[in-house]
């Protein structure tokens, strides 16, 4: 595609339920990386994908959060029985590879309630 | 593992004025630096990133930053900042080491005042 595309760009969920967040990199893209943005914290580094591997998971929080990526695509982040400290914006970027420049998607706004 | 320091949270710089943020990392092989820009509402993009060679990279929008391996620094400039360039600046490390993310600091936020 023209660039990296996340969906859904909104999610309110309620506490205690899981969600998804999906993420279609530019193709061709090896590299694929997800952050999480609140307020004060900058991107905070969750984890990144060589390829449909994941060389680096040390950002992941906490074990409700996971994510896989298929077919060195599309990957999904999936955030299990959410508190309202996962609220936040969750970004996707890719890359070509590690030495070029990554590309970000408009993320998506997660809210729990 | 590599990390990124920006010991400033937020500036406040006159139109016309010099600007320069700073940007201090930590890896153990030969650093990839990255500078990217946020403005309101908008996404991350690239303003300008090292890999080698001339420690002295020009970038989009007249920044430049500086490569100091003695110091660990990577420090963005501008000569005459602009109302537009007020955002929030990031600095990233990546590296040559096979598997290394791509690590950001916690930003900073520039306002630019007339």
């Known amino acids: 595609g023209a660039g990296v595309s996340q969906s859904p760009s909104n999610k309110v969920t309620e506490k205690g339920k899981d969600v998804e967040l999906r993420c279609d990199p530019i193709s061709g893209h090896t590299a694929l990386y997800w952050y999480r943005q609140s307020l004060g914290q900058g991107l905070e580094f969750l984890i990144y994908?060589?390829?449909?591997?994941?060389?680096?998971k040390s950002g992941l929080p906490s074990d409700r959060f996971s994510a896989e990526r298929t077919g060195g695509s599309v990957s999904t982040l999936t955030i299990q029985r959410t508190q309202q400290e996962d609220s936040a914006v969750y970004l996707c970027a890719s890359s070509f590879s590690t030495d070029t420049e990554a590309f970000f998607g408009q993320g998506t706004r997660l809210t729990v309630v | 593992a590599q990390s990124v320091t920006q010991p400033d949270i937020h500036i406040t710089v006159s139109e016309g004025a010099s600007l320069e943020l700073r940007c201090n990392y930590s890896?153990?092989?030969?650093?990839?630096l990255f500078w990217y820009v946020q403005s309101p509402g908008q996404g991350l993009q690239l303003l300008l990133k090292?890999?080698?060679?001339?420690?002295l990279v020009q970038g989009i929008k007249g920044f430049e930053a500086e490569f100091k391996r003695s110091q660990s620094s990577f420090n963005l400039r501008k000569p005459s900042v602009h109302w537009s360039d007020a955002a929030e600046y990031f600095c990233?490390?990546?590296?040559?080491?096979?598997?290394?993310?791509?690590?950001f600091g916690k930003g900073t936020t520039l306002s630019v005042s007339s």
């Open positions: 990233a490390v990546g590296g040559e080491q096979a598997g290394t993310a791509l690590i």
């Open positions: 890896y153990g092989a030969t650093p990839y």
């Open positions: 994908f060589q390829g449909n591997s994941a060389p680096d």
């Open positions: 090292y890999f080698s060679g001339d420690t």
